[in-house]
C-alpha cells in the first residue's frame, strides 16, 4: 500500500509519510529515565497523538508502559469519584491486557481484582481506593510503570478531575519522602496546562494559581517540525514518486508559511499531493495554490481557533490589537490574554514580542476579523467590491491600480477623520479594501520582521506573484529613507523587481496620489492618503 501525507489521527511510520522525530522522543525519554511528571500543552493538531505512540513503542523495552485517552471515559464517568475510579480502572485493565499480557505473571493478582471491582460495581470504590490499587500495580510490576494520558483535558470542566491531578500529586510526593510504589514517570497531554483548568473549570471565579500540579516538570521540547525533518519526509516521498521537485526550496517554502505546525505542514503536502495539478503541485506556485486552498476550506482547526476566540473576549481584543494597531506587543508569560494565546497556538514569543505562530494563521486570523467588518457593511469594503472587476487585467492583479483607486476611495470618506483614526485604522482599512480583490483567489500574510518596527509589510499572493506593500505611518523623511532601504531589501529576498508603498501622510502640504520612482534599479511606487 502506498503511504499517503496524514492529517487525521496519529502518523503511523508504515502507512504515512512524517518527519523524523527521532530527537524530539530522546529528549521526554530522558525526561521519564530522570523520573519526571510533566504535561506536554500544545495547541490541537499538533502531533502530541503521534508523539505519545512513538514514546510508548521505544519505552515498552525498559518499561511497563500504561498509555490512556481519556476521551474513552466518556462526560458520566466524571460525575463522581465513584463513577471515575471505576470507568479509570476499565480502560486501565483493558489497557493492561491489550499491551501486557506477556507479563501476566506480575500484575495476576492485580488484574484479578480490578475483574472482581468491575464485576460487583463497588460503589465505595473512590479516588483512595483507585491510587490503593495503582500503588499495587506499581509494586507487583517487574519494571517501572509509566503513565501515559492523552486529551486529558477533553473532560475535565469538572472538579473531580482537579482532585485526581490532587492524588498524583500526593502519590509522587509519598514516593520520593516514604519510598511508597508509584509511577515511575507520568506524563499528561492535552491543550490547556493544568494552571489554566482552572480557567475552564471555574471561568467566573478568582483562579488560584496553586495548581495541584505544581510539581510537574517543566516542559520545554519543541514540538514544531524542523527544516531539516520536512526534507526528509520529501525525500521520501520523492524516491516514491519521483516528481522532480526542487526539496530544499519547497522545504523552505512549507517552512516559511507554517513555521513548522505539525498540521499545516501535512496538509499543505497533501493537497499538492492529491489535489494540485502535477505539472506544478510541487513548484512555489503549487505551494501558493495550496496555501490558497487551505485558508478557503473548512477544518477542525480552524473552527476550534473560531471557538476560542468566542470563548476568550480578551483573547479576540488582544489578537485585534495585535494584528491591526501596528503596536507592538511584549510578551509577558502572566498576561491571561497572552497565555491563553500561546496555549491554543495562535502566537510564539519572538525576541521578547508576542506575534502570530506563522502565516498560515496570520492570514487566517486577518480574514475572520475582516469578515467581521464586511458584516458590518465597511463603505471602504463596498467601495472595493463595486470596482472589483478592474484590477484583475489578463488574470493578474493590477497592484497600481489597487493603490491609486485606494487612495481615491480613502480620501473621500475619510480625508476628514482625526490623526489618530488614520494611524490606527489605515491598515485595517487597505487590507479591509484589498479583501475582495484577491478573495477567493489571493491571500496575503504580514511580514513579521516589520510588525513592530513602526511599518507594516503585506505580501500578496495572486495567480503565482508575490507583490511587497510596505505601508507606514509618515514619520519624517529620514524614516521614510530607511523605509525604502527596507522594501528594496525584501524585494531582493523575494526576486522582485518593484515594490510598493502605502505611506498615511498628515502633513498639510502632502501630494495626494501614487507616484513612481526608481532606486537602486528598481522600481518603487508610492501612494500618499
Known amino acids: 500500500m502506498a503511504r499517503i501525507f496524514n492529517v487525521t489521527g496519529p502518523c503511523i511510520p508504515s502507512r504515512h509519510y512524517m518527519a523524523d522525530t527521532f530527537k524530539r522522543v530522546k529528549a521526554i525519554q530522558n525526561m521519564v529515565e530522570n523520573g519526571s511528571y510533566f504535561a506536554i500543552n500544545r495547541a490541537r493538531q499538533y502531533g502530541k497523538t503521534t508523539t505519545l505512540a512513538a514514546l510508548a513503542r521505544e519505552l515498552r523495552a525498559s518499561y511497563l508502559v500504561v498509555s490512556l485517552d481519556f476521551q474513552d471515559l466518556g462526560s458520566a464517568a466524571f460525575e463522581n469519584e465513584n463513577t471515575f475510579s471505576l470507568a479509570f480502572i476499565q480502560i486501565l485493565l483493558w489497557e493492561l491486557q491489550r499491551c501486557h499480557g506477556a507479563e501476566k505473571t506480575d500484575l495476576v493478582k492485580q488484574e484479578e481484582r480490578m475483574e472482581e471491582i468491575l464485576r460487583e460495581q463497588d460503589q465505595k470504590f473512590d479516588l483512595m481506593a ?3 490499587q495503582l500503588h499495587a500495580i506499581c509494586e507487583s510490576s517487574s519494571r517501572p510503570v509509566v503513565l501515559m494520558i492523552d486529551e486529558v483535558d477533553s473532560a475535565s470542566d469538572n472538579q473531580v478531575f482537579l482532585d485526581f491531578l490532587g492524588q498524583l500529586r500526593s502519590s509522587y510526593l509519598k514516593r520520593e519522602t516514604r519510598g511508597i510504589a508509584a509511577f515511575r514517570s507520568v506524563i499528561l497531554a492535552g491543550v490547556y496546562d493544568i494552571r489554566n483548568l482552572k480557567r475552564k473549570i471555574r471561568p467566573k471565579e478568582e483562579h488560584k494559581m496553586n495548581s495541584p500540579w505544581n510539581i510537574a516538570a517543566d516542559f520545554n521540547v519543541d514540538m514544531s517540525l524542523s527544516k531539516e525533518g520536512i526534507a526528509g519526509m520529501l525525500k521520501e516521498y520523492e524516491t516514491d514518486r519521483q516528481t522532480g521537485m526542487d526539496i530544499e526550496k519547497i522545504t523552505g517554502f512549507i517552512y516559511d508559511y507554517t513555521s513548522g505546525y505539525p498540521y499545516l505542514v501535512s496538509r499543505l503536502c497533501k493537497l499538492m499531493d492529491e489535489t494540485i495539478e502535477s505539472e506544478i503541485a510541487w513548484t512555489k506556485e503549487g505551494l501558493l495554490e495550496a496555501v490558497r486552498l487551505l485558508l478557503i476550506e473548512p477544518n477542525t482547526l480552524f473552527e476550534s481557533m473560531i471557538g476560542k476566540l468566542d470563548e476568550y473576549k480578551e ?4 489578537l485585534g490589537e495585535l494584528l491591526f494597531s501596528g503596536k507592538a506587543i511584549t510578551y509577558h508569560p502572566m498576561n491571561p490574554a497572552i497565555g ?15 506575534i502570530p505562530a506563522n502565516r498560515i494563521f496570520d492570514t487566517f486570523l486577518y480574514n475572520h476579523f475582516l469578515s467581521l467588518e464586511e ?7 463596498k467601495a472595493s ?21 485606494f487612495v481615491r476611495h480613502f480620501h473621500e470618506l475619510y480625508g476628514n477623520c482625526r490623526e489618530t483614526f488614520l494611524e490606527e485604522e489605515g491598515r485595517r482599512y487597505f487590507l479591509l479594501y484589498l479583501r475582495p480583490i484577491i478573495n477567493g483567489t489571493g491571500n496575503y500574510y504580514v511580514e513579521a520582521r516589520t510588525r513592530s518596527l513602526g511599518r507594516t509589510d503585506i505580501i500578496v499572493d495572486y495567480g503565482g506573484e508575490q507583490f511587497v506593500v510596505e505601508t507606514k505611518i509618515w514619520r519624517g523623511n529620514e524614516y521614510h529613507l530607511r523605509g525604502e532601504q527596507q522594501l528594496l531589501r525584501y524585494l531582493e529576498d523575494y526576486g522582485l523587481e518593484t515594490g510598493y ?4 501622510n498628515f502633513n498639510r502640504n502632502k501630494q495626494i496620489g501614487v507616484h513612481e520612482f526608481i532606486i537602486d534599479g528598481r522600481k518603487l511606487i508610492e501612494a500618499v492618503v
Do not use: H, P, T, W
Not at 315 to 318: A, V
Not at 340 to 354: C, R
Not at 375 to 381: G, P
Open 340 to 354: 491563553l494565546a500561546l496555549m491554543f497556538g495562535f502566537v510564539k514569543n519572538q525576541d521578547g514580542k508576542v
Open 315 to 318: 483573547l479576540e481584543k488582544m
Open 501 to 504: 508603498m502605502l505611506s498615511f
Open 375 to 381: 458584516m458590518r457593511s465597511s463603505d471602504i469594503y
Open 130 to 132: 483507585l491510587f490503593r
Open 385 to 405: 467590491l463595486y470596482e472589483k472587476e478592474g484590477f484583475i487585467k489578463d488574470g493578474r492583479l493590477d497592484m497600481y491600480c489597487v493603490l491609486e483607486k
